[in-house]
């Protein structure tokens, strides 16, 4: 960048000595984005993604470049990187979200469990019950708690009869953290909660039907600093089960939930490590000057 700086003030003819001298960061265009620094690989990997590119308005816009990724068995994955840079794009990719969004196109390959998620013959809806998600904006059905809760259940047939039901939910709203507020006013609307009760409500649907996997997009964007600790609790307990990727835009967050944290910069995967090498020693200049806040 300073190269930058300095040749532009030679033009106008500045004076040199007025500019900052930055001398030793090179600029974002000379470096090397295309090979994924650290260690794209998990010990137990439960899902594995390779070469994938994610496509929109009918491959006008390139979203996701060459990305290549292991997700491990009860681990928190992070993904940070600036806004725009494919997070979501990627996010979607794991559990086929993008496939309702027209005009996108996604390449490469995704397994669960060796399981091609992208072959033809997959049913989408068994696949997003095994792998669940949560948004960034809490998208309660307009139906009452309990049924927010009950639905996903009984489309799948994981209750055998209503009592079995009843302890889903409220097995579901335990581990959300949610049923001490709710359970005496189960039969009202999901919409009538607060916003941080609310995504609570959204992590109980999710991990009522058992998935294996959870996709958060950051959800916590929305909460306060009480609701946004349950949640992050709430995490912190569900690894012991699940697997999950989160993506934030809080570094604390990611460094407080996470195992291994990706960066990703202009559609690519730039970095992935452990979480605390990631804060603490970053292997790549972009990682480096996003997590210092240089820009993002
Ligand atoms: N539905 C869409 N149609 C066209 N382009 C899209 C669509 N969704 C995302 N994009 C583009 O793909 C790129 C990546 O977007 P994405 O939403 O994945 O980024 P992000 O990292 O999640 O950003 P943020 O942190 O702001 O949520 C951007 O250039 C964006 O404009
Ligand atoms: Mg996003």
């Known amino acids: 960048m300073s190269t930058t700086v300095v040749g532009d003030a030679v033009e106008t003819g500045l004076e040199m000595n007025m500019l900052p001298v930055v001398q030793d960061e090179p600029a974002v265009e000379d470096l090397d984005l295309e090979t994924t620094v650290g260690d794209i690989s998990a010990a137990n990997p439960r899902m594995i993604c390779r070469n994938v590119d994610v496509f929109y308005d009918h491959g006008a816009v390139h979203a996701i470049r060459?990305?290549?990724?292991?997700?491990?068995?009860?681990?928190?994955?992070?993904?940070?990187g600036p806004s725009g840079c494919g997070k979501s794009s990627f996010l979607r990719c794991l559990n086929r979200m993008n496939d309702t969004i027209e005009g996108c196109q996604v390449r490469g390959s995704i397994k669960l469990d060796n399981q091609e998620i992208y072959d033809n013959r997959l049913d989408v809806v068994p696949l997003r019950a095994r792998i669940g998600m949560v948004f960034q904006k809490p998208n309660p059905f307009p139906k009452s708690i309990y049924e927010n809760v009950a639905y996903g259940p009984r489309i799948h047939g994981l209750a055998a009869n209503k009592s079995d039901l009843d302890g889903i939910v409220e097995k579901s709203l335990k581990r959300a953290a949610l049923w001490d507020e709710v359970k005496d006013r189960l039969g009202q609307p999901g919409t009538g909660l607060s916003g941080g009760q609310q995504q609570r409500l959204c992590i109980a649907r999710a991990i009522s039907v058992q998935p294996e996997v959870i996709l958060m997009d950051e959800p916590c964007s929305a909460l306060d600093p009480i609701a946004t600790?349950?949640?992050?609790?709430?995490?912190?307990?569900?690894?012991?089960?699940?697997?999950?990727?989160?993506?934030?835009?809080?570094?604390?967050?990611?460094?407080?939930?996470?195992?291994?944290?990706?960066?990703?910069?202009?559609?690519?995967?730039?970095?992935?490590?452990?979480?605390?090498?990631?804060?603490?020693?970053?292997?790549?200049?972009?990682?480096?000057?996003?997590?210092?806040?240089r820009f993002g």
């Open 66 to 80: 060459d990305v290549s990724i292991d997700i491990g068995n009860e681990e928190v994955l992070a993904m940070i």
């Open 229 to 293: 600790a349950k949640v992050e609790e709430l995490i912190y307990e569900l690894r012991k089960r699940f697997t999950i990727v989160i993506v934030t835009h809080s570094m604390q967050q990611a460094a407080r939930v996470s195992q291994r944290t990706a960066y990703f910069h202009l559609g690519y995967l730039v970095e992935v490590n452990e979480t605390n090498t990631v804060f603490t020693n970053p292997e790549h200049q972009l990682t480096e000057s996003y997590i210092t806040g």
